[in-house]
């Protein structure tokens, strides 16, 4: 059984590290853990910024590939309407001529 003391310390501690950034190697991750706590905290918050925002422009290309195919697929059906309106138009040339 260990003290209520030491896991408030422990807790403490541990609410307390700043994990390296994930995309960081295990060199830099090494690194990172012997910079100082300001500049651990300065380099942890920017790449979560930077991992937001690269998810975001990800979310945002996504969206509009999707809205891409949405409107070639309506442009497909308007060239097939236009086809068929075109030779209808042919046709009724033909035998008005």
């Not at 690269?54 to 509009?64: I, Q, S, T």
Request: hydrophobic share 45%; charged share 35%; with cysteine.
């Amino acid at each position: 059984m260990t003290s209520p003391v030491l896991e408030a310390l422990l807790l403490a501690k541990v609410d307390d590290m700043i994990v390296p950034p994930h995309s960081w190697g295990k060199q830099e991750k090494l690194m990172f853990l012997q910079l100082p706590h300001a500049l651990r905290l300065y380099y942890s918050e920017r790449e979560k910024e930077r991992d937001r925002r690269v998810l975001r422009a990800m979310n945002e290309a996504a969206d509009a590939r999707k809205r891409v195919a949405e409107v070639q697929a309506e442009l497909d059906v308007c060239k097939a309407k236009l086809t068929i309106l075109e030779e209808k138009n042919a046709e009724a040339k033909d035998v008005a001529a």
